[in-house]
Every structure is written in structure tokens, then in C-alpha cells.
């Protein structure tokens, strides 16, 4: 029996789709859905997935729903109704002029993955034999649905699920920027491609019935016929056919709809830039703070070109301000910077000139490559928008906006080596709000004062005061997950293991899958024994990213603790893949070599690692006691004389000088171990002083090394030498 796959139909149009399709043996269809952005926007597919899964799963999982709420809720609003949301924070609560913070371009990564996560378990808990996903239209996606396919092909089970995407024969667009889970190599990957050639299925002959299919069907017909028809009718009766089904689709008070056919039929309306440009506004603010910037860019370029600075100045604004929110948000800052030097050549209005010298100054000093970065270029836009902020009439209005900009000035101080300015700032900032504002006003500007107040006492290494700070943001904002992870690596740094893995298990709670945050539990486990545990965490963190090349080598480690050196071997061997020249990875390729008995492929992975990195201390030590074990002294020597050059660890230096003990060099070998006995006390490392004094003829000197060991520890084993000077 063939294994199960999942499966790319391509195909012109679609009938010749839907025969090819038919053509296929494939489980009972669980659900068909179509992924064209003109219907609903961003996660036009997953909303309507969820749509028709989540009441059910409410009854077979209602765990899982309850789980990955905010995933569900982020990609179907009209489900708000019916799911609970558990974790709202001061981000998506905050009202409009409030919302000062704005979501990673990876958010939907990491939505993609719990929501694959929730259909696997609703998937599992059916029980009745596998099912298939049926995904039309695809090729016409937004980039947020692009995304979930992508991650969808590569972690769900085809015996589970088999997921059918439909496409054009055309290549996929591809979305702008940096792009983290790409659909046409997932579609290559994980599909059997299935290439339909059936004849198109025409629509009805009449034009003017045509031209009203097309509208009806929000513009996603593929018969070429349809646009014509629609394109030949008189402007007023286009405009009457759009006004007709915009008003069936409000009827239906389904949000997703204004992110897509809403949008089509109110622009090109009877009224495309008062009802037309209004809504688009809205989508791109709503969009704006949902983090789905691509939707945003489209909107923008829609809504300008339905509007001017002089006819709506305030959507006008939208439509520019939005988008250079949205570049930021792809890394595609080359963009940015003509969007405001557009607005302060058209605009007089203080308020945007104030927005964009801070946007400007952010460009400046925090989104721009290194190369590119000019601090003091920024201090002076932060400067410009801190005395516009100064000149806000309302008192309270006014403090925010100065602490805001102030704000900005902060991060200048940071990024010029300048920390304790920085926190002077901060302080000041916290201080006028307290002082000005009502407890619940601007609250969620107000914790990321004192959030930025916490990262830069980290980066001075004041930890309590970290902690201190971190710890107030989550009194106030308890449900957002990068407050407890951020809190977590400082409490690791201090030593708090135990209360950093609590932290890292609450930020794998309150949030959409990460793996970062999989990736740090999994060492905290691994260092309070828990090696079981992360060898787990770093297994999910790379389901998570497969190209996550550290997990990979902290797992091999692992593994080579437990004994699995396949398992170790199989890891290194896909670090390597990734990443050939990775220092680290070599090491442990040499170190599970010495381990099967394989010592010249040994040396060999050692130094491939020092061609890598010369200066990798552990590696010269690695060759070093391969050297000591095959009776070569000389090079031993050698190479851990380098490896103590490049590292502090006392360890190294103990087996330096036992290298230099059996090569007959005591003096050399006292004085190291002079050094690790004065920072270790170690009674091994005084019982191997004793034999250089020995041999140096310091005898008492050596008697009291070996009783001082003893008594450190009786357990310990004693050469015979050692028993000799005991007597």
C-alpha cells in the first residue's frame, strides 16, 4: 500500500481542479475551503476552517480550544462569541490611541503552529479514520493563510490528514520580505502534484448575467468572460451590483467579511472614497494591530488611490502611516523613509510631523542595518518629536507623548553605550505618568517603560532590579508571555533555576508556540537533571524550526549522556547539514568518534572545528587529550597550552599540567596547579600537586597536599605514590 501523502492539485481553472480532484483516492473530505483574499483578507482558509470545526470541538476537545483561544480568536473574530478569551494583555486590549506596541512579523508563525496543533487533536479526537482538508483557490492566498499551508504540509500526518491544496498553474506569488515558512517548497516537499487538463467550466452565455456572477461571487470568478462582461457594464450599473452585495454580506455580521468582500464592493461602489476609503482605514488599523502586515500593505496602496491629502487628510494619513508600520514589521525598512519625507512635504498638521520624526528616528537608530544606522541623525528626529510632544495642549495627553518620544530617546542612549542616561530617563518617564495620569490611563505605555526599564538593568547586569521590574509588568499585564520568558533568562543568569522554569512553563502557557522559549526550558532541565525532559523540549523545538541548528547540538549532547549515540550521531549529522562549518557541532562529531573507537576521524572533526573557529578553546582542549590518550605528550601539550590561552576553566589548566607531569615537566606543572588549587580547593587537584612537589623533592610540602585531599575527601582513590608519602 502506497504511503500517504498529501497532495498539490494544479491546474488552469477551476473544473479542470475539481476533476483532476475527483480522480484522486482520498478519506472522507472533513471540510472544503477556499483561500482567496478577496473573500474575507488574511486567514481567509483558516477562518473558515475554524468556522465549521470549532463548535464540534467544543464538545469532542474542548480543551484543545481552550488552549489555542488566542490562535483561534486571531484568525476567526466572528468565534468571539463562542470561545472564551482567557488571555487577553494590555496589547489587545489597549483602545487604538493607546497602542503603542506592535506585534513580531513572526506572531503568525507561531499562530500557524498552534493552530496546526489544534487540528491535529481535533483530527485525533473525530476517531474515526483519517479525513481529508480540501484548500481551493490557493494560489490566490494571503500570505498569513500561505504560511499556515506551509506549516500545515510539513507537521500534520497525512494518515491523519490529507490536505488537498488547489492552485493555478502559475508560480506562487511570492509575499514580501523575509519569509519564515514559504508554501511552494512546502508544496513540492510534502505533495504528490496532480496536473488537471479538463475543459474550463464556462459560466452562463449572457453578458449582463455574467457581469452579476461575477459580482455575486466577490470577484473570484476565473472565467475571463466574467470580468469582461462586468468591465463592459455602465460605471452606475457596476456601482449598484457592488451596493447590492455589500449590503447581503453586512447582513451577515461576520468581521473577516470587512477584511475582504466588504472591502471590494464598498471601493468600488457608489461611493468608493467616503464608504470605500473608510472601511479600508479601518482594515488597515485592525490589521495593523493584529500583526498582519501584508494585508495592511494592500490596503494601503487600495486606499490611496481613493483618496488624497487635500480630499481626506485623515484617511490619507492612514494609508501612509500604516504601511510604514507594516515595512517595519518585514524588516523592509528601505521603504520607510519616503513615506515620511511624502508626509512632511505635503502635511502642516504638528501631529504627523510629530509621528514621523519619531518614526524617523526609530528608522534611524533601531530598524536600519548596522551599516546604514546613525544614532545622532536619530537624536536629532527624537529631539524634533519630543518638542512637538512638549506643545500638546491637553496636560495629560501631553506627558504621554513626551514620555513616549522620551522613550525613544532612551533606546538612543542604549544604542550609543550610554545606559545610565537611559535609565535616568526611564525613571523620569514612570515617574511624570504616575504622577499625572489615573491608574488605568495609558497603561500599557506605562509597562513598556518600565519593561525597557527592565532590559537595560539586565544589560548592566543589575538582575534584581531586572526581576524587580519585570515582575511589575507582570503584576499589571499577567497574560503576556515575552514578560515571564525575558524574566526567566535573568533569573537562569542569577542562578534561579527553579523560578526561571516556572517562568519559562507560564510563557509556553500564555502563548502561540515559540520555540525559543521550548529551547531555554529545555536547558534549564537539562542543568537541574531533568535530561529526559529536554532532550523532549529540544526534540519540539525542532518540529517547531528545523533549522533551529543549537538544538540540534544541545540535544546530541543529550543523547550522548543517555547513551543514544545514533541518536546523537543523527543530530549532529543534520547540524552539519545546516550549518557545515559550525565550530561546536564538530566538536561533538569528534567527541562520538572517540567514542566508537574512531580516533584519526576524531582529529580530523577537531580540527575542521579550529579551522572554523580558531579561537574555540574547547576544541584545542578536545585534540589535545585525543593527543595525551594516543602517548603523543608533545602535541598535547601543545594544544592545551592553547585551549588554557583562550579559557578561564581550571579544568583545562588540571589537565594541562597533568600532561606536563608525565612529559617530566613538574615546574611547569606545579605552578598551574598552584592557580587551580587556589580557586578550587580541589582535592584532586591538590593529590596531583603533591606528585609534582614530590618530584621537585618538596616532600613535607607534598604530605600535607595528600592529607589535605584526604581529609576534603576520604572517598577519594590514592595512587601509590600517594599512599607512599601518607608512610
Known amino acids: 500500500m502506497a504511503e500517504p501523502r498529501h497532495h498539490w492539485v494544479r491546474a488552469p481553472h477551476r473544473a479542470a481542479r475539481a476533476a483532476a480532484h475527483e480522480q484522486l483516492a482520498l478519506p472522507p473530505v472533513l471540510v472544503t475551503v ?28 474542548p480543551e484543545a480550544v481552550r488552549r489555542h483561544d488566542v490562535e483561534i480568536l486571531s484568525t476567526a473574530p466572528e468565534l468571539r462569541g463562542v470561545v472564551p478569551a482567557s488571555r487577553e494583555t494590555l496589547t489587545s486590549l489597549a483602545v487604538p490611541k493607546e497602542r503603542t ?17 489544534f487540528l491535529t487533536e481535533y483530527a485525533q479526537a473525530l476517531g474515526d479514520g483519517p479525513h481529508t482538508l480540501v484548500v481551493e483557490d490557493l494560489h490566490r492566498a494571503d500570505p498569513t493563510d500561505q504560511e499556515f499551508l506551509a506549516v500545515l504540509l510539513r507537521r500534520m500526518d497525512p494518515a491523519l490528514l490529507t490536505v488537498v491544496a488547489h492552485t493555478g498553474t502559475e508560480p506562487l506569488d511570492a509575499p514580501l520580505g523575509e519569509v519564515a515558512a514559504p508554501l511552494e517548497p512546502a508544496l513540492t516537499a510534502h505533495c504528490l502534484t496532480v496536473h488537471g487538463t479538463a475543459p474550463a467550466d464556462l459560466l452562463p452565455a449572457g453578458p449582463a448575467e455574467r457581469a452579476a456572477l461575477y459580482v455575486a461571487g466577490d470577484g ?22 457592488h451596493d447590492a452585495r455589500r449590503l447581503e454580506l453586512e447582513a451577515l455580521d461576520e468581521r473577516s467579511l470587512s477584511l475582504g468582500a466588504l472591502l471590494w464592493h464598498a471601493e ?42 487635500e480630499s481626506h487628510p485623515r484617511h490619507w494619513w492612514t494609508f501612509l502611516a500604516k504601511p510604514a508600520n507594516a515595512y517595519a514589521g518585514l524588516g523592509l525598512t528601505d521603504r520607510i523613509l519616503p513615506l515620511w519625507e511624502r508626509a512632511r512635504a505635503l502635511s502642516t498638521d504638528p501631529e504627523i510631523h510629530l509621528q514621523c520624526a519619531y518614526g524617523t528616528a526609530m528608522l534611524y537608530t533601531r530598524f536600519l542595518d548596522d551599516d546604514q544606522r546613525d544614532h545622532q541623525v536619530a537624536r536629532g528626529w527624537i529631539n524634533t518629536a519630543i518638542a512637538f510632544a512638549t506643545r500638546t495642549p491637553d496636560p495629560k495627553e501631553r506627558a504621554f507623548r513626551t514620555a513616549f518620544n522620551r522613550n525613544g530617546l532612551a533606546l538612543i542612549e542604549v544604542r550609543e553605550g550610554r545606559p545610565e542616561a537611559a535609565l535616568a530617563l526611564l525613571d523620569e518617564c514612570v515617574a511624570r505618568l504616575d504622577e ?3 491608574p488605568g490611563e495609558h497603561a500599557l505605555h506605562r509597562s513598556v517603560l518600565v519593561y525597557n526599564r527592565a532590559q537595560v538593568h539586565g544589560g548592566l547586569g543589575r538582575h534584581e532590579d531586572a526581576v524587580a521590574d519585570y515582575t511589575s509588568v507582570i503584576t499589571v499585564d499577567p497574560n503576556y508571555a515575552e514578560y515571564y520568558f525575558d524574566r526567566g533568562i535573568v533569573l537562569r543568569r542569577t542562578g534561579r533555576s527553579v ?21 531555554n526550558r529545555a536547558d534549564v532541565r537539562a542543568e537541574l537533571g531533568d ?27 543529550l543523547l550522548t549522556d543517555l547513551g543514544d549515540l545514533p541518536g546523537a550521531r543523527r543530530d549532529v549529522a543534520a547540524g552539519l547539514a545546516l550549518d557545515p562549518a559550525n565550530a561546536q557541532l564538530l566538536a561533538v562529531q569528534g567527541q562520538l568518534h572517540v567514542a566508537e573507537g574512531e580516533l584519526a576521524e576524531a582529529r580530523e572533526a577537531y580540527s575542521a572545528a579550529l579551522a572554523a573557529d580558531p579561537e574555540f578553546a574547547q576544541a584545542w582542549a578536545l585534540r589535545g587529550e585525543l593527543a595525551y590518550e594516543e602517548g603523543d605528550l608533545a602535541a598535547a601539550a601543545a594544544d592545551l597550552q592553547r585551549a588554557v590561552q583562550l579559557s578561564e576553566d581550571p579544568g583545562l589548566r588540571f589537565n594541562l599540567a597533568v600532561a606536563y607531569q608525565d612529559a617530566d615537566r613538574h615546574g611547569e606543572a606545579l605552578g598551574l596547579l598552584d592557580t587551580v588549587v587556589a580557586e578550587t580547593d580541589d582535592p584532586s587537584a591538590r593529590l596531583q600537586r603533591a606528585r609534582s612537589l614530590q618530584a621537585l623533592g618538596r616532600r613535607p610540602e607534598a604530605v600535607a597536599d595528600v592529607r589535605a585531599a584526604v581529609e576534603a575527601d576520604p572517598e577519594l582513590a590514592l595512587p601509590d605514590e600517594a599512599r607512599d608519602l601518607l608512610g
Open 34 to 61: 477556499s483561500a482567496h483574499r478577496r473573500l474575507r483578507g488574511p486567514y481567509t482558509a483558516v477562518g473558515s476552517l475554524l468556522r465549521a470545526l470549532v463548535p464540534d470541538a467544543l464538545t469532542r476537545c
Open 101 to 117: 506596541r506592535y506585534y513580531s512579523r513572526l506572531r503568525t508563525l507561531r499562530i500557524a503552529h498552534g493552530l496546526v496543533e
Open 220 to 241: 473570484t470568478a476565473e472565467d475571463p468572460r466574467a470580468a469582461e462582461a462586468y468591465e463592459l457594464l455602465p460605471p452606475a450599473g457596476r456601482a449598484a451590483l
Open 268 to 309: 468600488h461602489g457608489s461611493d468608493p472614497s467616503g464608504a470605500g476609503a473608510e472601511l479600508l482605514r479601518e482594515a488597515s488599523n485592525y490589521c495593523t494591530d493584529m500583526g498582519f502586515y501584508h494585508a495592511v500593505l494592500d490596503y494601503g496602496e487600495r486606499g490611496s488611490a481613493l483618496v488624497t491629502h
Open 436 to 438: 499625572i495620569l489615573d
Open 499 to 519: 523560578e526561571a522554569l516556572a517562568d519559562f512553563d507560564e510563557a509556553i502557557r500564555l502563548s502561540p508556540p515559540f520555540p525559543e522559549a521550548y529551547y
Open 531 to 557: 535530561v529526559k525532559g529536554a532532550v523532549q523540549d529540544f526534540g519540539y523545538v525542532i518540529e517547531l524550526d528545523p533549522a533551529f541548528v543549537d538544538a540540534y547540538l544541545n540535544r546530541a549532547g
